[in-house]
């Protein structure tokens, strides 16, 4: 007598299904949190990197600058060639060199910014002129997001560390001379919400 031959039950038909609905459900879990990470990573690389333009800007801008104070608004009275109260959104006010011209637009290679600490936001404004009057609006452009505080201190020529410049003998002397002493050295330290505190301390060329 030949032997029949016998194909799969319904138990091991279910069984079978019921083995590979864990695998997929194992393999998706996985690809699933493999994508997540890689996401997070990816917020990750572009937080470091704002963070790290944010520096690099206030750097280049500190690095260059220039000996040159402005006038006020008014145009009665001069301002100095770096100027920081430590109090109010705008956390510093300076003169720099270096403003690159590709287009050849007739203006000054200086250039006047400013940065202010407005929602938790880092903004950078400059003049399209050095000694901006009443009427000219700045050019604003973000720097960085999540931005809780930003402090800035200055080195004097005494090696001592002051919380606001020009120091106030400077000030009191009110000549144009005096205006443009520049600090040896500028600290500055910000604080994020996510990576907290980052300092930095930024020669001033002679």
Same mark, same amino acid.
């Given at each position: 007598?030949?032997?029949?031959?016998?194909? $799969?039950?319904?138990?091991?038909?279910?069984?079978?299904?019921?083995?590979?609905?864990?695998l $997929?459900?194992?393999?998706?879990?996985?690809?699933?949190?493999?994508?997540?990470n890689?996401?997070?990573?990816?917020?990750?690389?572009?937080?470091?990197?704002? &963070?790290?333009t944010?520096?690099? &800007?206030?750097?280049? @801008?500190?690095?260059?600058?220039?000996?040159?104070?402005?006038?006020?608004?008014?145009g009665? @009275? *001069?301002?100095?060639?770096?100027?920081?109260?430590?109090?109010?959104?705008?956390?510093l006010?300076?003169?720099?060199?270096? *403003?690159?011209?590709?287009?050849? &637009?007739?203006?000054?290679?200086?250039?006047?910014?400013?940065?202010?600490?407005?929602?938790? /936001?880092?903004?950078?404004?400059y003049?399209?002129?050095?000694?901006p009057?009443?009427?000219?609006?700045?050019?604003?452009?973000?720097?960085? #997001?999540?931005?809780? #505080?930003?402090? $800035?201190?200055y080195? @004097?020529?005494?090696?001592?560390?002051?919380?606001? *410049?020009?120091?106030? #003998?400077?000030?009191?002397?009110?000549?144009?001379?005096?205006?443009?002493?520049?600090?040896?050295?500028?600290?500055?330290t910000?604080?994020f919400?996510?990576?907290?505190?980052? /300092?930095?301390?930024?020669?001033?060329?002679?």
């Amino acid at each position: 007598m030949t032997r029949h031959q016998r194909g $799969f039950t319904l138990i091991e038909l279910a069984v079978a299904v019921f083995i590979t609905a864990i695998l $997929f459900a194992i393999g998706y879990g996985a690809v699933n949190q493999a994508v997540k990470n890689r996401t997070a990573l990816e917020q990750q690389q572009e937080r470091l990197l704002a &963070v790290q333009t944010a520096m690099r &800007v206030i750097a280049q @801008d500190v690095n260059q600058l220039a000996m040159r104070p402005i006038r006020d608004p008014s145009g009665n @009275d *001069w301002l100095p060639v770096l100027s920081a109260s430590g109090n109010g959104q705008r956390v510093l006010e300076l003169t720099r060199g270096g *403003w690159a011209n590709p287009a050849g &637009v007739q203006r000054p290679a200086l250039q006047r910014v400013a940065y202010v600490l407005e929602n938790n /936001k880092l903004r950078r404004e400059y003049w399209p002129v050095l000694d901006p009057l009443l009427s000219t609006e700045p050019i604003r452009k973000d720097v960085c #997001s999540g931005v809780k #505080s930003i402090v $800035f201190r200055y080195m @004097d020529v005494s090696r001592t560390w002051r919380d606001t *410049w020009p120091p106030a #003998s400077a000030v009191s002397g009110a000549s144009k001379l005096n205006l443009r002493l520049r600090p040896v050295a500028v600290e500055v330290t910000i604080e994020f919400e996510d990576l907290g505190k980052v /300092k930095r301390i930024l020669e001033v060329p002679t």
